[in-house]
């Protein structure tokens, strides 16, 4: 791999290598840029994939070596409520490993439907008062961006005509992982209701496909690294292509804590603390930061200067609020036959129909129920069994044998309104493991936020009960206090004073600084961000690189 | 709690010191079976020698296991090796939790000799007995500890010294071979209705 020195001035430093940084990497070094990028984790089993385990005893007592997410007690972070409350300890955790978030998800695909880029003046149901606005790219325009996606990472799926799914231009590259008989169930309940399933698009493939194997639905999935390498993660897609251009290096351990700026208020690289904690600086002409839709606005707050004094590009104020984490809601049943639904993916077939809001619910909201099982022999006998169900005793082992592979799970993906209070910002009293102030979330979701999960939960027993389920519970609904699909916080539009980034991810107030990942999201979607993420990178890589080519990329970005 | 050896006589005398005669006499063929396994085991090399737990401890352990997924018709907690689980976790990932199950067998001991004065030992109760026990401190981060580390131990890959040739994966019957094809389950396998909604 093609090491530069630190005291090299880069083209590109790319701060995380996850759904949008692989991207950014991979697009700017084919192109012919030198790139450095700065991973927080570590390689995971990157190359050798097969030594991935798929242990579920190990996976709950991960060595820091081998993590693949980021760890609450070195990477903390604390919660609260609303601004009353004082921030307890969080147990946010995102993707920190070459590939991000992406080496472990679910791989679930789904675009955002074209009225989501203009919700906020298409749909009278959205009450006053919440940061629901407009994005200044269209579907049309992104549209290109999404077919790219699917096609270089490599997306399964079905291409089908229906009001309740984004239209495309092109099909899916290879076809949709098998049924499962929870989408079997999901069949028999819509045809009693009249609803329309559709197989979930997945980051996941189920034909060999640009020199990886297909998926043999091996059934340990989401939260585990893929064997067979089926999984379409940014690991196996694109960094490799970023490396073998010889133009770019990874490195990993590479924590940034500061973003630079010189007197002029241009980016000129950024520090950050190596495996060994010793700060290390990098220069770039550009900085990309693609850190997550948490890590990104907190990286911007911390970058305080003299000229930047509520952090860098926040001179809207807007940097790290609109926060959205992603809520749900769902219900469980259980069956008279096998459904065996620990084969497979986790995510095999949605039911679309309630994507839209309507007027006729009486409040803002929409999603999709996505037909689920995948319960691990160890997350079946800790917690998996019904609630009435024995914990223990010959009642508890009898229950073990009746659930076993008689269940299903509907889990629902649902808007979450962008509010000005939900933030991201530093604890005033909390450090992390490196001394820097930890991630704060500030998070209590919109009453009409909760409307629409009762009414996805509500759903889902209908579901099942439709499908003839012998027994259906449903938890109470609550919103998440953080989770891997931040979006938000560093929201995109055409007005510096209400946002951060352009329509071209390019910071209002620094000419050579993008914001590529969630954090550009101006409206949250139904919380399936990732298929959009990377659309998004793929298009803005491509006006950087057009842009770049012109000149002096310092001044021409 | 270390590694020892013991001769077969001198653990089982140990094991029943403190108990009334009377009653050890009674349940003898009980305790016989709960202690015979462990000691076995340990004898014979077919299992990892025990590193924390005493065989003594290892017992009343064993015993709460075999209440939590208890031995039917099918095998439980006992032949799935859960108190070697156990025992092996105490020294790798569940270090910290040492102490907690030096307390709670303490704990145990107490509340077996607050409902049986005459039992000494939770092990040596019967299953009826041991039953009540373990209800009434269900509730306790013990009983929990317990019953999550036996969960675990039974479900767990059999590498970590549980799950003894897969009981517990049998029992709930999941294939472990990693590399599945359609069709999965019963529904799957069916004629699907036709849909209306979405045209491919």
Redesign the interface.
Known sequence: MKQYPTSQEVDFVVIGSGAAGGIMAKQLSTAGFSVVVLEQGGWGKYGREHEYNKDEWLARNVSEEDRLMSDPSRQRNTFRHNDKEKATRGSHSYGCVVGGGTVTYGGSSWRHMPWEFKEASYDSTIPAGTGMADWPVTYEELEPYYTQAEWEMGMSGLRVDSPFVAPMSKDYPVPPVPLKSSGALFNTAAAKLGLTVVPGPLAIITKPYMGRAACVNCGICSGYGCQVRARSSSAVTMIPLAEKTGRCEIRVRSYVREISTDSSGRVTGVVYFNAQKQEVRQKAKVVILSANGSESPRLLLLSKSARFPDGLANSSGVVGKYLMVGNGGGASALFEHPLNEYKGVISGAGIVDYVGSDPKRGFYGGGRLTARGYLTPLDLGLDGLSPEAPRWGAGYKKALREEANHRMTINCFVTQMPLETNRVDLDPDVKDEWGLPAMRITLTSHPDDFKNMEFFRKKSIEILEAAGAKKVWAPPINDTRGGAHNRGTCRMGNDPKTSVVDKFHKAHDVPNLYIVDGSSFVTGGRNHPTMTIQALAFRAADHIIRNAKKGNIRTSV | MSTRKKSRRSFLVESAMGLNAAWVAANYPGILAAQQFVHSATQKGQLPHLAVFTEAQAVEIEAMAA????T?D?P?AREAHCVYFIDRALT??AKNSQPAYIQGLQDLQAKTLQLFPDAGKFSALTSEQQ?KV?TQI?KTPFFNLV??HT??G????PE?GGNFEKI??K?????DS???????????A?P?????????
């Open positions: 209440q939590i997924i208890p039917d099918t439980g790798t990932f039953i373990l269900e019953r999550t969960v675990i039974f479900f767990a890959r970590h517990g994966w029992l709930i019957g999941y294939d990693l590399n599945h094809k359609a069709p999965f389950g019963y529904y799957d069916q699907q209705p036709k849909l209306t909604g979405a045209k491919a």
